[in-house]
């Protein structure tokens, strides 16, 4: 990247996380697990984009690896979670991590996170059905999908532990690497 003006640098550093988000997308229609798992790595490779360009540039990056996603991924809940909420969350926390009160703070988050979860979810077994998913729900009950989502709220928790500090070391360890190419 040496030599570079700062916008070539800014499309090729967008461009490298793209393809890595977009990569890690299409890997993830290989295993079960990682309909939860590569989304949620996807989005936090959006981060370093919007630490050194802003979140302007973040945004963009979001949309083009959802649309992306959507268009290449064969895996449409995957692709769903990622545009409905692991996508753009580093990129909301942000803001949420201004709020003062933690208690605020911590509810903000959950909300967020229920919100886009259940819509989602509403979304993808009410007006674009998938058929398999919509058997798997049927099957469920109730009850078990009410323990999924507190399950899901645990997990979500974590991850949100885990982009705070996937952040920390990117600024910490890989930044400086990166500017020393510049």
Not at 98 to 117: D, E, G, Y
Request: proline residues 4%; glycine residues 8%.
């Amino acid at each position: 990247m040496r030599g570079q003006s700062g916008e070539s640098r800014r499309i090729a550093l967008a461009g490298v996380f793209g393809a890595l988000s977009l990569a890690l997308m299409l890997a993830g229609g290989v295993l079960p697990l990682a309909t939860f798992a590569a989304p949620a790595i996807a989005g936090i490779l959006i981060m370093p984009v919007a630490i050194e360009f802003g979140r302007k540039t973040g945004c963009l990056l979001y949309a083009a690896i959802g649309l992306l996603s959507l268009l290449l991924v064969p895996d449409r809940e995957m692709s769903l979670i990622f545009l409905c909420f692991f996508g753009f969350y580093p990129l909301l926390k942000t803001d949420l991590e201004r709020l003062r009160a933690r208690a605020a703070r911590l509810c903000a988050k959950l909300a967020v996170f229920n919100v886009c979860i259940v819509g989602m979810y509403a979304v993808i077994l009410l007006v674009f059905p998938i058929p398999a998913l919509a058997a798997e729900f049927a099957e469920m009950g109730v009850w078990l999908a009410g323990a999924l989502l507190a399950l899901g709220n645990v997990t979500f928790l974590i991850y949100d532990v885990a982009v705070a500090r996937m952040v920390s070391l990117y600024c910490a360890r890989l930044r400086p690497r990166l500017m020393k190419l510049h």
